[in-house]
Structure formats: structure tokens, C-alpha cells
């Protein structure tokens, strides 16, 4: 038997509230109220009678979020046990997704086309990618005494080229309207395979392409005096560890480290929650894979306005549009029904300090979410 909407959202609701508070200490927001849905939301029932376990990995930009999601849907469902390797990243998601291991892979970057292809031996029509997650990929930086940094897209294109090496450059001071002091520049990027180096790449190819030649990818094609870390957390502490370091990161992740505001057409943008979901509407265009059901997505960087934070980053669920286990299908689609409802995108707004996906794309989810057996 089904809980009422009533009973569920106030269950869930009060979880979001109180109990997920503990998931600030890793870079989230602490909720000062409870998720409160409107007339108009997406919304999902959760059926505590389900039992089992979720196996999953991947995006380490989930994970605060996944840890609050977790949280929230196990205060209905008590003996669904959901286990998610933030360890893996992007890349090692979606191999063990492919491998069979993975009820879902969190991805910061939709299957290509090879990966598709190979998904079919373990998903019948294949597998698709729901977006679930949406934040920004912040640049952050430790330079002594200084605390505010606005950088434009080039400039920051040629930093992580390592065309730009001390902090007094002139491009870095006409971003600033200041000089800053003088002093080495080490950069730091991910060492293993990762969506939020798709992210930044993406960014990076699409808008400063005279610059940034290297292609789009998963892997830091940047070889020389770079600091590579295992894991978005890996570079958070990389920056916060050194003096003069810069580096990318999911907003999320980034605790108490500073980010850089960026400059496009003259004005600086800080990001913000508000600020990424702008730069959503207005340039996130559909790019599916080919598979029924499947939500990619693709950002039109000429569609960026001024008040749009430009690095954006959405976050995938890889799944299978069939199972071949139906209970194993029933608790997948229960789980990733809640993190796709209003309900559950405020619930990671408040606790990991994401942006809420627009109500057409989590309509999507659901209907996507709906067909898969």
C-alpha cells in the first residue's frame, strides 16, 4: 500500500529539513526549511513496501547530492539500500554501467555513440541518459590576499593552456581593473576520467577555440607543470593545499575555497543557482542518442545571455530502458522517480546547492522513467 501524497511529501519534507543537515559539511547548503512542493510540481509517490539494493557509481558531482537523495527516499522506503561509489567518477560509472555491474551510472556527460552501441548487449534497445542533476563547474583558486578574481573565458582558456604562468599577467590584471602580485601559477585538473572535464572542455572548445585547441573530452589533455587529482575532491583539496593554484571543480564541491566570477561581454557572473538555470532555458538544447526515451542534452554557447553563468554542467542517470530483472527495473525507476520530482530536485538544492531542473525536463524523466521495463 502506497503512502498519500500528503503523508509522503510530509515524511520526505521533514527529512529534507532536519535529518539531511549533516550534508553541509562537504560543500552543500544547509537547509534552513523544509522542500515544500507548489500546486505545479512534478510529483512522485514513493511505495515503502519496496525491498532490495541499488547498486550505482560514477559522477563525484553527484554525490552530495546522491547523499541527500539517499537520505530523503529511505525515510519512506526503509529497506531499499542504495549504494553509490562517488569513487568512480564519470568514466569509471559508465565502464562498470557497461560492464554490468551498475544499476545506473551518475555521468556528467551522456553515453557517445560507441558507448551506446555497447549498451545494447546489456539493455536490449540500450541505454539512456536522464538528466537529474544541473550546477555550474566553478574555477577555483588559492592566491594569497586575495579572495575576489574575475576572469574572462579567454583568459582562463590560456591559464589552463599554460599560455598564462604568473598571476601579475596583463590579462589577468585587465580582467581585474588590478594588478595582482606577482607569483607561479599551477594548475590543477583531474586525473582520471571525468564529466566535469567534458564540461569544462566543452566551454572551453566552443567559445575559445583560438586559444583552447585541444578537443572536447573526458581526459585533461594538458601535459606539462599541472597538478592531476583523482576525483573532484582531489582537486578541491589540491587547490586548497597550495599557494598561486587554480583549478575546476562542480560548485558543489568546493566548501569554503573561492571561485572566480566570469567575464563575458564585459560583465562579470558569479555563479548562482539562478544563474546556471539561465544559462539552461536558454541554451540547453535536446541531443538524444538515438534510444527511445533518452533526454541528452547539449549547451548552444551563442545562446549564452549576460546574466548566464557560462560553464554550466548537467548531470546524467545512465540507465536501461529494460532490465532484465523487472524488480531490479521497479526499484531503479522508484529511486530516480523521486530525484527527478520537484520534490526530490529541492531536496539537492538544499542540501548540495544545485540548481532545480526546469518542470518540462523532469516531466520528461518521468515519462522516460515511465516506458522502461
Known amino acids: 500500500m502506497k503512502l498519500t501524497r500528503i503523508a509522503q511529501l510530509g515524511a520526505v519534507a521533514a527529512v529534507a529539513a532536519l535529518t539531511l543537515a549533516g550534508c553541509s559539511s562537504s560543500g552543500g547548503a544547509t537547509p534552513s526549511e523544509s522542500a515544500s512542493p507548489t500546486a505545479s510540481d512534478v510529483a512522485f509517490t514513493i511505495d515503502p513496501s519496496l525491498s532490495g539494493t541499488i547498486t550505482a557509481g560514477g559522477s563525484s558531482a553527484q554525490s552530495n547530492a546522491q547523499q541527500a537523495w539517499t537520505t530523503a527516499y529511505n525515510a519512506t522506503a ?130 575559445q577555440s583560438a586559444v583552447w585547441t585541444s578537443p572536447a573530452g573526458k581526459d585533461w589533455p594538458i601535459e606539462g607543470n599541472v597538478s592531476k587529482q583523482k576525483g573532484g575532491s582531489g582537486v578541491v583539496e589540491a587547490v586548497k593545499a597550495g599557494s598561486g593554484t587554480i583549478g575546476y571543480a562542480d560548485h558543489s564541491a568546493i566548501g569554503t575555497l573561492n571561485s572566480a566570477a566570469i567575464v563575458t561581454n564585459g560583465k562579470a557572473v558569479a555563479f548562482s543557482g539562478e544563474a546556471v538555470s539561465k544559462t539552461f532555458e536558454a541554451a540547453a538544447v535536446a541531443n538524444p542518442n538515438g534510444v527511445t526515451g533518452d533526454l541528452s542534452k547539449k549547451f548552444d554557447y551563442s545562446k549564452l545571455t549576460a546574466d548566464s553563468y557560462p560553464i554550466p554542467l548537467v548531470s546524467y542517470a545512465v540507465v536501461c530502458s529494460t532490465f532484465k530483472d523487472a524488480k531490479q527495473a521497479d526499484l531503479v525507476k522508484s529511486y530516480l522517480g523521486f530525484v527527478t520530482s520537484s520534490l526530490g530536485q529541492s531536496v539537492a538544492e538544499k542540501n548540495a546547492g544545485s540548481a532545480p531542473l526546469p518542470e518540462s525536463v523532469l516531466a520528461d524523466a518521468a515519462a522516460t522513467l515511465k516506458a522502461i521495463k
Open 78 to 207: 526503509k529497506n531499499v539500500t542504495i549504494n553509490y561509489d562517488k569513487s568512480q567518477g564519470s568514466g569509471g560509472g559508465v565502464t562498470n554501467f557497461l560492464s554490468g555491474a551498475y544499476d545506473f551510472a551518475g555521468s556528467d556527460s551522456p553515453l557517445n555513440a560507441d558507448q551506446t552501441a555497447q549498451s545494447k548487449s546489456i539493455c536490449t534497445a540500450g541505454g539512456v541518459n536522464i538528466p537529474i542533476y544541473l550546477d555550474g563547474v566553478a574555477i577555483i583558486f588559492n592566491i594569497p590576499g586575495v579572495t575576489k578574481l574575475q576572469l574572462s573565458g579567454e583568459t582562463i582558456a590560456k591559464i589552463f593552456a599554460l599560455q598564462i604562468t604568473d598571476w601579475s599577467d596583463p590579462a589577468i590584471t585587465k580582467d581585474n581593473g588590478t594588478a595582482l602580485a606577482a607569483g607561479a601559477i599551477t594548475t590543477v585538473a583531474r586525473s582520471d576520467g571525468s564529466g566535469t572535464t567534458q564540461n569544462f572542455t566543452n566551454y572551453l572548445a566552443a567559445t
